[in-house]
Nanobody, 115 residues
Framework: VQLQASGGGLVQAGGSLRLSCTAS????????MAWYRQAPGKQRELVAT???????NYADSVKGRFTISRDNAKNTVYLQMNSLKPEDTAVYYC??????????WGQGTQVTVSS
């Protein structure tokens, strides 16, 4: 497995979860890292991205609630999710883009927010 994601689960509205995704050492030249999500019956959407230098960008729907961060020494990207809402329920996927424009996807982790 080249991208291993973890941290999903079931949480009540208003709660928090932290997702992690670690890239294997076989992936070289990691540049941009990101989290996407896909809810049932909907298209996959971008949640947040972070550059190699740590500059984040967020979808409007999660601004102020989610924080993306990364540890380059560990090839790991995190997504801290606070004030979760039922509409945040989805499968969350991590994505890595390398310097040579190769894209890797993680296997997805389920996040379910109950009302």
């Amino acid at each position: 497995v080249q991208l291993q994601a973890s941290g999903g689960g079931l949480v009540q509205a208003g709660g928090s979860l932290r997702l992690s995704c670690t890239a294997s050492e076989s992936i070289f030249g990691i540049n941009n890292m990101a989290w996407y999500r896909q809810a049932p019956g909907k298209q996959r959407e971008l949640v947040a991205t972070i550059s190699r230098g740590g500059i984040p960008n967020y979808a409007d729907s999660v601004k102020g609630r989610f924080t993306i961060s990364r540890d380059n020494a560990k090839n790991t990207v995190y997504l801290q999710m606070n004030s979760l809402k039922p509409e945040d329920t989805a499968v969350y996927y991590c994505r890595v883009l390398t310097d040579t424009l190769v894209v890797y996807w993680g296997q997805g982790t389920q996040v379910t927010v109950s009302s």
